[in-house]
């Protein structure tokens, strides 16, 4: 139930969450966007003119697109059914290929790449391992690996700043590679989600487009990641101000309780429950007629995400990658919501499936 009207909860103070990274060990530096850190991690992962990468075959075309441009061949490996890495294979592809790089990637912050990692490193010292915890942002110091050279997140998918991702890495970056700020995309970002707040209490619809444009403009410029650029001095101020132990118990307890209510009422990905002691990106679950049950589930007010849609090459490697990408919905369990929410996303999403 609902309640309303008790006493206001506290005013929760930032606890330097994103100040404090460098305790790790690493050199740790801000950038605009996810695409433009891993841009700059190709840039400095190998500067060889003939170069090849690992990739998990369950991603999409704005990770692989950055390693791309930077003039690497990207080879995708297979992946287990709880998106773990299949070893097997991709010992295979190291003796084949001889990479200088492998991405890894901890999906939903369930799927442990430790093992992989040691693989790699016992094949070949000298590869970098670059990892991107974007689905566990807040749970970096549980999955630290200190044989992993770069870690990379996109922060915007974690915490509402206009713009923001972060490199951890054990070896100086290239920062001759960072030009100036682009302060107009900051502004615009900034403008288009606080109109997207006061809609929360106002549902003025002509203000929804609005911000909704922009928010597609913005998007937009991203994904040209024609430069790679610093974090905004507007979204630095944001981030300290975040609690990182606070949005971390939010996500563990709503992925706890949402995991619970759906349990054998809808098809999850198996091994997801082992993110509950850490701090999830989203709760993926498997539905058939996908586009059909997000359609219905948007119009009931919950929105659901595809993650990636992934390319022909990869779904011939992967059949999970395959199954995934025609199967998954990705739901919101973030610290925007409240035990209340998930009760009703919940009802919602079962309803729905169950037709």
């Given at each position: 139930m609902r309640e309303y009207g008790s006493e206001h909860s506290t005013i929760v103070l930032p606890d330097g969450y994103f100040e404090n990274l460098s305790e790790l060990g690493c050199e740790v530096l801000f950038l605009r966007s996810g695409r433009e850190a891993l841009l700059l991690t190709a840039i400095a992962a190998c500067d060889a003119k003939d170069k090849t990468i690992l990739f998990p075959s369950y991603c999409c075309w704005s990770m692989s697109a950055p390693f791309e441009k930077a003039g690497w061949t990207v080879i995708y490996y297979r992946l287990n059914e709880d998106l773990t890495v299949d070893t097997n294979y991709l010992n295979q592809l190291l003796k084949e290929y001889k990479p200088q790089a492998v991405l890894t990637m901890n999906f939903y912050g369930s799927a442990c790449t430790d093992d992989a990692v040691r693989m790699v490193k016992e094949f070949d010292k000298e590869i970098k391992v670059i990892e991107d915890f974007s689905h566990c942002t807040f749970s970096i110091r549980q999955i630290f690996n200190e044989q992993v050279d770069m870690y990379v997140s996109s922060i915007r998918k974690s915490v509402g700043v206009c713009d923001g991702s972060v490199i951890l890495s054990k070896d100086p970056m290239p920062k001759q590679y960072i030009q100036e700020e682009q302060k107009d995309f900051a502004d615009k970002r900034f403008v288009a989600q606080t109109e997207k707040m006061r809609y929360t209490w106002s549902k003025n619809l002509d203000k929804k487009q609005e911000f909704l444009d922009t928010i597609r403009e913005c998007e937009g410029?991203?994904?040209?990641?024609?430069?790679?650029?610093?974090?905004?001095?507007?979204?630095?101020?944001?981030?300290?101000?975040?609690?990182?132990?606070?949005?971390?118990?939010?996500?563990?307890?709503?992925?706890?309780?949402?995991?619970?209510?759906?349990?054998?009422?809808?098809?999850?990905?198996?091994?997801?429950?082992?993110?509950?002691?850490?701090?999830?990106?989203?709760?993926?679950?498997?539905?058939?007629?996908?586009?059909?049950?997000?359609?219905?589930?948007?119009?009931?007010?919950?929105?659901?995400?595809?993650?990636?849609?992934?390319?022909?090459?990869a779904q011939k490697v992967c059949p999970v990658s395959k199954m995934m990408d025609a199967r998954m919905l990705s739901v919101p369990i973030d610290q925007r919501y409240s035990w209340d929410d998930m009760e009703d996303i919940a009802k919602i999403i079962i309803e729905v499936v169950k037709g």
């Open positions: 410029i991203i994904n040209a990641f024609s430069a790679v650029r610093p974090i905004s001095e507007r979204a630095k101020q944001m981030l300290a101000m975040v609690n990182g132990e606070e949005i971390a118990f939010a996500r563990r307890e709503n992925m706890k309780h949402l995991g619970s209510l759906l349990n054998g009422k809808v098809e999850m990905v198996p091994g997801v429950e082992r993110c509950f002691e850490g701090s999830p990106f989203s709760l993926p679950i498997l539905v058939d007629n996908r586009d059909e049950v997000q359609s219905a589930l948007a119009k009931r007010g919950v929105y659901t995400q595809l993650l990636w849609p992934i390319c022909e090459e």
